[in-house]
């Protein structure tokens, strides 16, 4: 059975830095890209960015300068680093994998940023 998990949110002050983390079970990210996407409250689910399984990057052009995807293909993980947080960033934080026709979601990680 396949299975996303996130994990790393939390609480972090206004100019604060998180990595969540999104471990894949029953698939492989050397096989699989791995998207992450954030909605914020009251709002639609954003896509931030993707790493292909080949390790290429892309990013929203709203995120780059401030989100980080990467891997490790070894621990089947990939994570999002996040910096210079502010208030704006509070958002539940899932990932998602896909290859071809199949595709699967993580339950989502909620990451507020507050003081």
């Known amino acids: 059975q396949v299975q996303l998990v996130e994990s790393g949110g939390g609480l972090v002050q206004p100019g604060g830095s998180l990595k969540l983390s999104c471990e894949a079970h029953?698939?492989?990210?050397?096989?699989?890209?791995a998207n992450w996407y954030r909605q914020a409250p009251g709002k639609e689910r954003e896509w931030v960015g993707v790493i292909g399984a080949g390790g290429k990057l892309r990013y929203a052009d709203s995120e780059k300068d401030r989100f980080t995807i990467s891997k490790d293909n070894s621990a089947n993980t990939v994570y999002l680093q996040m910096n210079g947080l502010n208030p704006e960033v509070t958002a539940v934080d899932t990932c998602k994998a896909d290859y071809l026709c199949?595709?699967?979601w993580g339950q989502g990680t909620q990451v507020t940023v507050s003081s």
């Open positions: 199949d595709v699967y």
């Open positions: 029953g698939i492989s990210f050397s096989t699989y890209a």
